[in-house]
Every structure is written in structure tokens, then in C-alpha cells.
């Protein structure tokens, strides 16, 4: 059987978690401020980053897509 948790397949896998994680961040409305502490255009631009930065560490600890079947065909 084909170690599908070695390094080769861990860097694809937390790479997806992570952009999963920034995408569900960005749909929550968990960093959405609005009136008299808004942030205006600035706060708009730079979300992102501040999104990607904390989908960076919750990849970091949490784990929530399956990892990837391998495509390559096993060994007979």
C-alpha cells in the first residue's frame, strides 16, 4: 500500500486546508465592522490579509478536508 502521509502529500494538503479555512473565514462576517469603528476602504483592502494570516494558523492545528487519495496507480 502507498504512504499517502509523508511529506510529498502534506504540503498540497495543508496548503488546501488553509485556502478552505480562508474561504469559510470569509464568508462567516466574523471581521466585518461596521459603523462609528469601521475601517472604511483601508479595513476592506487589507482584510484578506489579516484572513489568510489567521486561516494560517488554524490550518496549522486543525484539520478539516480529508486528506487526498494518491492518483498514481497502485502497485500490482
Same mark, same amino acid.
Given at each position: 500500500?502507498? $504512504?499517502?502521509? =509523508? ?8 496548503? !488546501? ?7 469559510m473565514l470569509q464568508?462567516? =462576517?466574523?471581521?466585518?465592522?461596521? =459603523? !462609528?469603528? @469601521? @475601517? @472604511?476602504? =483601508?479595513? #476592506?483592502?487589507? #482584510?484578506?490579509? !489579516?484572513? $489568510? ?6 490550518? $496549522?492545528?486543525?484539520a478539516l478536508l ?11
Amino acid at each position: 500500500m502507498i $504512504d499517502q502521509t =509523508g511529506p510529498a502529500t502534506a504540503a498540497p494538503n495543508r496548503l !488546501l486546508n488553509r485556502l478552505f479555512i480562508s474561504q469559510m473565514l470569509q464568508f462567516s =462576517g466574523a471581521f466585518e465592522t461596521r =459603523g !462609528l469603528f @469601521g @475601517g @472604511g476602504a =483601508g479595513e #476592506a483592502q487589507f #482584510a484578506s490579509f !489579516l484572513r $489568510d494570516e489567521y486561516a494560517n494558523r488554524l490550518a $496549522d492545528r486543525v484539520a478539516l478536508l480529508p486528506t487526498q487519495p494518491s492518483r498514481t496507480p497502485r502497485a500490482p
